[in-house]
DNA sequence: AATTTGTGCAACCGCCACCTG
DNA sequence: GCAGGTGGCGGTTGCACAAAT
């Protein structure tokens, strides 16, 4: 919350934004004890002051033990392709083909990765055939498309805490 | 070195479907 | 049948960081 915002004296404090080391912890302690449950309770029980949904969405997209991200492998990239031709936008549909993937990271990874290179590649349709690049989808391709490595570590370098580093802490106790 | 522009991703929003009382 | 609460989904936004100028 960048703004100072008008809000009900009566109504409790919501917090909105990026979650917090603690928040995460609070969150994965609380569902390693009792579960998943009514979301909304959950938040309140824990003493987070974050809504149900945004509980749901941390702990589904980010936090569960059995959550992949990143290094979206070629085989995984083809799935995507080929489901999303069948289905077209239905992500969580395609997420649940994936194990351990999400539908949040499929829709970014499409959007960002994906359309837009289908997006160019239309560009270039619009061109004289003698400027006609490769299409998109070769075996060639593929391997140029699964994000780099290095990318890969940049995009995991910002989060300084690995899941793996919250689960072995959760094994401690 | 400083500034601008582009990119990737986490998180929020709004809508809809389902469930329960 | 209806209303309120909740979960799930897809679209969108905001921000941090990288790359380009």
Redesign the pocket.
Known sequence: M?KMEKRPCNEPEV?????TMEEDLILINYIANHGE??????ARSAGLK?????C???W???LRPDVR??NITAEEHLLIIEMHAK??????????HLSGRT???I???W???IH?HIKQSENFATLPLSNFEEPVFTNQVHSSYV?AD???S??N???IWGMEDFWSMQLLH
């Open positions: 960048t917090r909105k934004g990026p979650w449950g009514v979301w909304n309770s959950l974050r809504t149900g949904k945004s749901r969405l941390r589904l997209n980010y991200r990143g289905w077209g936008n239905r992500w969580s549909k395609i997420a649940k539908d949040n990271e829709k970014n990874y959007r960002t990765r837009k994000p290095n990318a890969l940049q995009s370098d910002h989060n």
